[in-house]
Every structure is written in C-alpha cells, then in structure tokens.
C-alpha cells in the first residue's frame, strides 16, 4: 500500500528557507501519469494548492506563491522535495504532499485529476 | 483564476438524515470537481472525483452530482462519523483550487 510522509524542520526563521520533502513507500514512484502535488493548511483554516510535479521534473506552481517555491523530484529515492524561500509568519502552516492520479475510461475518455493519497501533514512554524 | 464557493458553511443535522453541500464555480470547469472530507487533525480524504465517481472505499451513502458551474455532495443518511469539513476542489485550471469548506456537525 503506497503511503506518502512528509518531513523537513518544524520551526524556519522569518527570511529563511523553508525544505521539505515526501517520501513515497510502498509502491511504485515512477509508473503511470501521476504528478505529485505539495498542498498548506494555516491553522483553522482551508486547504490551499502550492504546485505539483510529474516525475519528469515538469512543474506547475500557484501563482501566488510561484516567485518563491521550486519543487524538485528524485526517482532514485522515491522522493520529491519543497522549498520555499523569504518565508514569513503567513507561510505558517501544516504542510501536505499528496498523490495526483487521473481517471481515464476503457475507452480512453479523460475525466480529470484528483488528490487520491496524502501524507500526514507537518506543521511548519516561522518563528524567530 | 477559478473561484469556488461552498453553501452552507456549516450546518448541523441528525443521525439519518440527508445532506447536501454545493460548490458552484465561477466559471465552467465541465466536471472536473472532486470532494475530500477532513476530519479534525487529519489529512483530507478523497470520496468523489469527477463529480460524480466515488472513489474506492467511500460508502455508498456519498454521492455527487453537477449542473452547469454548480456541483453538490450528498450523503444520503448521516451518520456519526460523518462529522466532519467537507471540501471542494477544482482540476479544471491552474491554480487548482479549492473551496472555503462546508463544516458538518452531528446534533
């Protein structure tokens, strides 16, 4: 059973770099056409999407946000990593990876993408 | 950039009673709209992707549907573990968003 688990520092310095990386277990990393999506929840909050990449190293990156992330995948280790950079208390917040599968039928329709495993969450404080 | 907004933002029912949350899109996204539970310390959960496909291991009582830009969640017959903050979410364009949340409460 594919299992996804966040991991990076708890606590990142206002103006500092914020590193975070999934581990894939369990599973194939490589196989089919899934993207790899790294999503924030402030506390008390929604759910908001930070950027996804397919295995190939292809990004796609939230608009509000895409000045300062690079997200980065690497096969060998079935992982993929975030950073995010001039951090401010804003950025606070539990922080998910997650699967993205799409859904094709046998006739080969495609009917979308969806987030179908997620990590745990890690809480990410910026605090001096 | 797509918005979408959720109706109620809470709401609390009845063990056995039918719920329905909607999303409505502020613009046409076809039927790329999923819906994910959240349950207090936890990660979101997938139960319907595409509208209307229930994702492996959702109960039954769970369903979705669509119309137009406007999209709706169902649960057929509430039940304790239900309680929870039902989200959802847009696949249609970048940024792929989600809604503000519907929080469900158990009487």
């Known amino acids: 059973q594919v299992q996804l688990q966040e991991s990076g520092p708890g606590v990142v310095k206002p103006s500092q770099t914020l590193s975070l990386t999934c581990s894939v277990s369990g599973g194939p990393f490589t196989s089919g056409s899934s993207y790899w999506s790294w999503i924030r929840q402030p506390a008390g909050r929604g759910l908001e999407w930070i950027g996804r990449i397919y295995n190939s190293g292809t990004t796609n990156y939230n608009p509000s946000l895409k000045s300062r992330i690079t997200m980065s995948v690497d096969t060998s280790k079935n992982q993929f990593s975030l950073k995010l950079n001039s951090v401010t208390a804003a950025d606070t917040a539990i922080y998910y990876c997650a699967r993205v599968n799409s859904y094709y039928d046998a006739d080969g329709y495609y009917y979308g993408w969806y987030f179908d495993l997620w990590g745990r969450g890690t809480l990410v404080s910026v605090s001096s | ?107």
Do not use: M
């Not at chain 2, 009582?61 to 057929?76: K, P, Q």
């Not at chain 2, 989600?98 to 409460?105: I, L, M, W």
């Open chain 2, 1 to 107: 950039d797509i918005q979408l907004t959720q109706s109620p933002s809470s709401l609390s029912a009845s063990v056995g009673d039918r719920v329905t949350i909607t999303c409505r899109a502020s613009q046409s996204i076809l039927t790329y709209l999923n819906w994910y539970q959240q349950k207090p310390g936890q990660a979101p959960v997938l139960l319907i992707y595409a509208a209307s496909f229930l994702h492996g291991g959702v109960p039954s009582r769970f369903s979705g549907g669509s119309s137009g830009t406007g999209f709706t969640l169902t649960i057929s017959s509430l039940q304790p573990e239900d309680s929870a903050t039902y989200y959802c979410q847009q696949s249609d364009s970048a940024p792929f968003n989600f809604g503000p949340g519907t929080k469900v409460d158990i009487k």
